[in-house]
C-alpha cells in the first residue's frame, strides 16, 4: 500500500483552488469569501507562471459582495499583479461555479468595471448580459480625441481603429488577411503607445461573412490569449458601427474556440460561451 500521507497533508500546507478556462483562457480561481485574500504582484506572477506555478492567464478571487445587488464580488489580477476591470471569459467561468454551488440559473457578478448579469444557457454554457458600453475617448482612455491619434495608433496595416471599453479598453482593427499577419509584434508598439495612458487590448479582425468574425486579441500587459470575451464584443460591436456587419448577432472564432455575440441595444451585447474545468488542486504558494 502507497503511503499517501505528504498528499493527505498537503491542504494544511496551501490553499484550494480551481482551474478553469473559457475557449482556452484559462484561470486559476481561490475563493477568498472566508479567508480573504490579497494577493502581492510577485504572488500573482508565481501563480500564473506555466514553468513554476500552476499557470493561467488570471489569477480570480471570489469575495463577499460589495453592493447589495450582486452575489459575489471577482478581483481580477493579470499575469503581471496589476488588477484588472474586467474579463468576461474569467467571469462566466466564475459564475458558473457560482451557479453550480448555489444551484441557480442566475447570478450577478460584481467587478471594477461594473455588475455584470450572468445566465445557464446550456451545459456548461453561460450567457453574460454586458451593459453600459462606452465610446468616448475619455472613458477608453485615450489620451485625446480618436481623430487626432493619427500615426500613434497604426503600424503597417493595422489602421483606423475603433475605440470601445465593454468593460475595459479596446482597439479594433480590421484586416482582409489575419493570418498573413504577426499580430503581436504589430500590436505590441500601439499597445505601448503613449495615447494609451492605461494601455488598452489590441484587437486584430477579418470579416469572414456577415455575421462571421475571425480574430485575434494581444491583451494587456503583453500576451496573445486564445480567447477574449470583451474582445469579440467590442469586435462586433465595431463591425456593426462601421457597418461591416448588417445584422445584429455574430460568431467570433478565436485560436480557442468561438463566442456568439448579439447586439441588443446601443450600449449592450449578450454573450454566450462554453466554460470547462481543467483540474482542481491545492496551491503550494502563501496565497494571503
Partial sequence: MVDCGIFDSASARGRPFVKLHGLGNDFVVVDGR???????????????DRHIGIGGDQLLVIEQPASPQSTI???IYN????EAQSCFN???CVAWLLMEEKAADTIIVETLGG???????????????????RYEWQSIPLAGPLSQAGAALENGPLRNPFAV?????????FVPDLGALDAAALADPIQKSRYLPQQANIDIAEILSDGHIRLVVYERPGILTQACGSG??????????????????????????SLDIRIIGENSVLLTGDVAISFYGISAWELA
Fill in 34 to 48: 472566508h479567508q480573504p485574500l490579497s494577493p502581492s504582484p510577485r504572488t500573482v506572477m508565481q501563480v500564473c
Fill in 73 to 75: 464580488r471577482l478581483r
Fill in 79 to 82: 499575469i503581471d499583479g496589476v
Fill in 90 to 92: 474569467a467571469v462566466r
Fill in 115 to 133: 455588475l455584470i448579469e450572468a445566465t445557464r444557457a446550456g451545459d456548461r454554457r453561460v450567457s453574460l448580459r454586458i451593459d453600459d458600453i
Fill in 165 to 173: 471599453n465593454p468593460g475595459n479598453p479596446h482597439l479594433v482593427y
Fill in 232 to 257: 469579440a464584443c467590442a469586435t462586433v460591436l465595431a463591425a456593426h458601427r462601421k457597418g461591416l456587419m448588417q445584422g445584429m448577432q455574430a460568431k467570433v472564432d478565436m485560436p480557442g474556440g
